[in-house]
T-cell receptor, first 115, second 111 residues
Framework: SAVISQKPSRDICQRGTSLTIQCQVD?????MFWYRQQPGQSLTLIAT?????????ESGFVIDKFPISRPNLTFSTLTVSNMSPEDSSIYLC????????????FGPGTRLTVT | SQKIEQNSEALNIQEGKTATLTCNYT??????LQWYRQDPGRGPVFLLL?????KEKRKERLKVTFDTTLKQSLFHITASQPADSATYLC??????????FGRGTSLIVHP
């Protein structure tokens, strides 16, 4: 398994500002993933972050709104840009590991509230 | 389109009973299915993976079944305890085997 930490754990931000969320893994991984979980909803994949290449975004998510960095095999950041109240959500990073490599291990999440 | 359905209503049971949660899916032919547990304020935690050729899988007090004809998985917790109270998520492989999650079902075990 992997130990994943995220910073900040929560934040309250004003609309129009940006927040960068950091994700640190205790081992080297090829792919890292960013999810969003809105209240009462399931996890929605935002993008896949590969080291050394641009992130791959899912339908409905764009790089201008959610720029991602992946400078090395243990670290990634997700920025939520020009925030609006609709961006209020929990943001989670995860990695794939395990005997099958299909198991996802998640960080504790960042709870973002936009006022 | 592909769809994963889990009962949105919370399941309330008494301690010691068996909890059974359901995951139904449509427009999928998954090679496997996963179950995760999520506690409030935390990320999901992987519990079990069951492959399409496995009818049943067990891990301690957990039992998962996978019926590819019915397109359904059942997740059982035997001898449930208040500490089992959480939201349980079903997940199926999406593109590049990245999991797509259901909304989850909240389980509340009463002492």
């Amino acid at each position: 398994s992997a130990v994943i930490s995220q910073k900040p754990s929560r934040d309250i931000c004003q609309r129009g500002t940006s927040l960068t969320i950091q994700c640190q893994v205790d081992s080297q991984v090829t792919m890292m993933f960013w999810y969003r979980q809105q209240p009462g909803q399931s996890l929605t994949l935002i993008a896949t972050a590969n080291q050394g290449s641009e992130a791959t975004y899912e339908s409905g998510f764009v790089i201008d709104k959610f720029p991602i960095s992946r400078p090395n095999l243990t670290f990634s950041t997700l920025t939520v840009s020009n925030m609006s109240p609709e961006d209020s959500s929990i943001y989670l990073c995860s990695v794939s590991m395990g005997t099958t490599a299909y198991e996802q291990y998640f960080g504790p999440g960042t709870r973002l509230t936009v006022t | 389109s592909q769809k994963i359905e889990q009962n949105s209503e919370a399941l309330n049971i008494q301690e010691g009973k068996t909890a059974t949660l359901t995951c139904n899916y449509t427009n999928y032919s998954p090679a496997y299915l996963q179950w995760y547990r999520q506690d409030p304020g935390r990320g999901p935690v992987f519990l079990l993976l069951i492959r399409e050729n496995e009818k049943e899988k067990r891990k301690e007090r957990l039992k998962v079944t996978f019926d590819t004809t019915l397109k359904q998985s059942l997740f059982h917790i035997t001898a449930s305890q208040p500490a089992d109270s959480a939201t349980y998520l079903c997940a199926l492989p999406g593109g590049s085997y990245i999991p797509t999650f259901g909304r989850g079902t909240s389980l509340i075990v009463h002492p």
